[in-house]
């Protein structure tokens, strides 16, 4: 809902159009929820393998003034940081600079999809406020790496925040009572965020175990915050079945295609932790290969580990 509401503030009107990646969290994971709810037109951009859009495909993307009658009218251009489907990875401050210049070149307002905004302040060593200064609003999530119970908060100028509690009551979100969830958000960011950069740390050594294991890759390169994605190389190991296996060892870990895998870090793992998911990983690789590995039916009579196959 944050991010929805944040484009409806910024699109007020209908046939407005908003560019952001082809492989953003927006795009895909939203239900589409801007077109159906706002009449807002999504123009997307390829997205490049550490988050970013090219600038100059971005320019090219923005409908020509006198162009009206027959184009939606670009008001927006959307940014992901970190950038999920990317393995967390981080939008420099001086990349995100520069779409900033671009959009107000062209009358345009920039939003960021901050949900992981902190890990990537920590990661690139940049104050959170320095990162996002070139944005006329950002979305937070409190609930993923700063580890609230639920929660997402939007930072915008006092008018753009007044139009979003408008937009966010017209959504259903208005909630009452709500101060001991506020609490838990509170925590969240007075003493989590401190504690960021041992998850960056314990995703690397992660990401260094699985390596080990023959049966799998990873991009070690790519692990920048808290996220690791490796695929499986073996044909006899689908995604699903392996998930399936290790949350049979209280691991969990989520199936993202044919082939990948992702695991995150949070400030309730420890060392031990990672070290104890490296080694049940390594024997569900065996279980699966031996043929050992059960399945759950569920009542739809298929079996959980045939997801992926």
Known sequence: MANLVSVLVHCD????????????????????????????????VHNNPDGTMDIDKIVAAIRHP?????????????????????????????????VGEVAKTHGLKLHIDGARIFNASVALGVPVDRLVRAADSVSVCLSKGLGAPVGSVIVGTKDFIEKAKILRKTLG????????????????????VGKLADDHRR????????????????DLTS????????????????????????????VLAM????????LVTH????????????TCIEEAVEEILSGNAKSEHLTNGLTANSYGN
């Open 13 to 44: 009107t209908r046939g407005s159009e908003v560019i952001l990646g082809d492989n953003s969290h927006k795009h895909i994971y939203e239900n589409g929820g801007m077109s159906t709810i706002g009449g807002v037109h999504p123009w997307t």
């Open 66 to 98: 006198n162009g009206g009658l027959c184009y939606p009218t670009t008001r927006l251009i959307c940014l992901e940081n970190t950038h999920g489907n990317y393995g967390g990875k981080c939008l420099s401050v001086e990349y995100t600079d520069k």
């Open 173 to 192: 979100g208005g909630m009452r009572q709500v101060g001991v969830l506020c609490a838990a958000a509170h925590v969240g960011v007075r003493d989590t």
């Open 203 to 218: 995703a690397k050594v992660l990401a260094d175990g699985l390596e080990k294991i023959k049966q799998l890759t990873v």
């Open 223 to 250: 692990v920048e915050t808290n996220m690791v994605y490796f695929d499986i190389t073996d044909p006899l190991i689908s995604p699903g079945k392996l998930c399936q296996v290790l949350e049979q060892r209280n």
């Open 255 to 262: 199936a993202v295609s044919s082939k990948s895998v992702r």
């Open 267 to 278: 400030y309730q793992i420890s060392d031990r932790d990672v070290q104890h998911a490296l």
